[in-house]
Each structure stands twice: as C-alpha cells, then as structure tokens.
C-alpha cells in the first residue's frame, strides 16, 4: 500500500522569505501522480501544484516549486516571496496512475503542514 | 473550471438523526465522487468510493449501514449519515473526477461541518 508522510506538524515563515515543506512516499508503482494542496481556514481544499512521475523536470507554478527526487521517493514544497496568504495547511498526496485502473483516482494524504507566515 | 458544489456547508443535528450531505459537479460529469472525512487538525481519509450507477465501496472500518451514500445521476452524490452521533461530528468533503479519458484531476467541494448534539 502507498503511504505519504509530511515529517513537519508545523512551520513558520518570514513574509518574502522561502519555506520549504518536506514530504516523502512508499510505493512500489513507477507511474504516479503527486500533489501539494493548500487548505486554508475556509477548509476548501486548492490544488497548489502537481507532478507527472514520468517527468523529470520540476513542476514549478509562479512563487511555487517542487524538488521531486524519484529515487528517494521525496516530493518537497518550495514557496518563494512568502504571503500572509499563504498561510494554511498544507498537505501532500499520491494518486496513481488511473491507466493501471485499480483505486479509481483517489487521493492519499499526508499528516498535513500547518505553515504560518509572519509579517 | 469544474466546479463542486457541497451541501450543506454546515449542519447541526441531534443525536439519533440524520443528516443527508449532497455533492454535485455542477459543469462535468463525474463518474466517480470520492468522500473523505477530516477531524480536527487531523488529515483527509477516505471513506468511499462512489460510481455512478452502482454500489459505493466502502474503506475499512467504515460502516456501509451507517454512511449511505447514493450515486444516482453522473452529476449528484450523497451521503447520508444515519442515526448520527456526537462521535460522527466531523468535517464530511467530497470529491469528483470527471470521465474524460486520461488522469483527469479531483475537484473539491467546500466540505460539510456536522456537528451532532
């Protein structure tokens, strides 16, 4: 079975500064999906970024990034020029590849990143 | 972009009840609605599996009796949680892929805070 862990309950950020949130995965598939979402206080779950396996190249969108290591099964969260916005939960997910059918495109979450950016 | 529209946000019943929670996909089919549920602080953990035209598959530990859920049209699922107690209070949120072939992504509702008294 696949598992995700976020190792980080809780981070703290300067506004403008960079964070980043780690997040490391099992699985014994090759062909994946990985995900960041943000949930903030309104508990709305917003897709931040999401990573092909397949793909070398680092997803990247606008101030966020990722660093996707497949060997070492670790998918982390960059955030650049960090926001008072940006303060939220943030949590890390797997989805397999639906082309190998099986769980239907379902999500697995990590523990969760409470971030919190301080002006 | 697809939208998912959950109802109620928020519901407040009492012990014995229940409480019906709709997800809708409101400009996609979704073929297949997931339901997950988050307890405080705590992250989402999926409950069930739901496809259009036939019966939910349930996690483990989840009980089928007490979480009915109803995927009666591509666009409309729902989760009835039956005979509610103060332990079911929880945040309930769904999630719907629509059938385009390929990886197409989830789309979230805003999710449904239940609290039962």
């Known amino acids: ?119 | 972009g697809a939208v998912v529209s959950q109802h109620p946000s928020r519901v407040i019943c009492k012990s014995g009840t229940s409480v019906k929670i709709e997800c809708r996909s409101l400009d996609f089919q979704a073929t297949t609605m997931f339901w997950y549920r988050q307890f405080p602080k705590q992250s989402l953990m999926l409950m069930a599996t739901s496809n259009e035209g036939s019966k939910a598959t349930y996690e483990q530990g989840v009980e089928k009796d007490k979480f009915l859920i109803n995927h009666a049209s591509l666009t409309l699922s729902t989760l009835t949680v039956t005979s509610a107690h103060p332990e079911d209070s929880s945040f309930y949120i769904c999630s719907a892929r629509d059938g385009l072939p390929g990886n197409s992504p989830l789309h979230f509702g805003n999710g449904t805070r239940l609290t039962v008294t």
């Open chain 1, 1 to 119: 079975a696949q598992t995700v862990t976020q190792s980080q309950p809780e981070m703290s950020v300067q506004e403008a500064e960079t964070v980043t949130l780690s997040c490391t995965y099992d699985t014994s598939e090759s062909d994946y999906y990985l995900f960041w979402y943000k949930q903030p206080p309104s508990r709305q779950m917003i897709l931040v970024i999401r990573q092909e396996a397949y793909k070398q190249q680092n997803a990247t969108e606008n101030r966020f990034s990722v660093n996707f290591q497949k060997a070492a099964k670790s998918f982390s969260l960059k955030i650049s020029d960090s926001q008072l916005g940006d303060a939220a939960m943030y949590f890390c997910a797997y989805r397999r590849n639906l082309g190998y059918g099986g769980s239907q495109g379902n999500l697995i979450f990590g523990k969760g990143t409470k971030l919190s950016v301080k002006p």
